[in-house]
């Protein structure tokens, strides 16, 4: 599958629901329009994000913490798995002010430790999503979507969830691993 295939494959869902409006920003919303909410880590997210704000169009808005999570990979995991048994809402950097304009809401977020991550719980925690089509769009580092389908369903008891988007995305961890197996050949070798 190219990457055009899986972008057609993410934005299909979009299909079936009578969107409308122009493209935009998150000032300009009208009732009936779309929101894309997305926290990313390596970017794959933010693509698969942009590409659906650009084609619906939605307008598009990045989850983000207010205390960045470390670029360290092992130190990031870490923390995400002691906000996940805290069941913790870390403050967001920015947020919308309202969902009431958006009828629909994609919500992309990459897995952290099994779960939905925490940034993601906040912003979910903090809007009213009754009423609302929620459509997930989820990446994963192998393990799948873990339970946090399950926790965003209890967390939106009141939405319309459409099936979600779930792709594999593992390059950073398969990246360090190589980077790993590679010195130790080289150390081995010295």
């Not at 991550?117 to 979910?124: D, G, I």
């Not at 999503?129 to 369903?153: N, W």
């Not at 779930?166 to 590679?182: A, F, I, N, P, T």
Request: net charge positive; aromatic share 10%.
């Amino acid at each position: 599958m190219n990457r055009w295939d899986i972008m057609r494959a993410l934005v299909a869902p979009a299909a079936t629901l009578a969107l409308s409006g122009a493209g935009g920003g998150p000032v300009a919303a009208r009732p009936g329009r779309s929101r894309v909410a997305y926290l990313t880590r390596f970017s794959n997210t933010r693509v698969f994000a942009k590409a659906l704000s650009r084609e619906l169009p939605a307008d598009l808005f990045e989850i983000r913490a207010a205390d960045p999570y470390p670029e360290d990979y092992f130190a990031h995991v870490e923390r995400a798995r002691r906000e996940r048994d805290a069941r913790a809402t870390p403050d967001l950097a920015s947020d919308v002010a309202s969902l009431d304009p958006y009828r629909t809401i994609y919500l992309g977020f990459l897995i952290w430790v099994t779960e939905l991550p925490a940034p993601v719980r906040t912003f979910v925690i903090q809007h009213d999503f009754e009423g609302k089509t929620l459509v997930p769009f989820v990446t994963h580092g192998k393990y799948g979507a873990g339970s946090s389908l399950s926790t965003l369903a209890d967390l939106t008891p009141g939405a319309r969830r459409m099936k979600p988007f779930v792709l594999e995305c593992d390059q950073g961890r398969r990246q360090l691993s190589e980077l790993d197996d590679w010195l130790s050949s080289v150390q081995a070798a010295l």
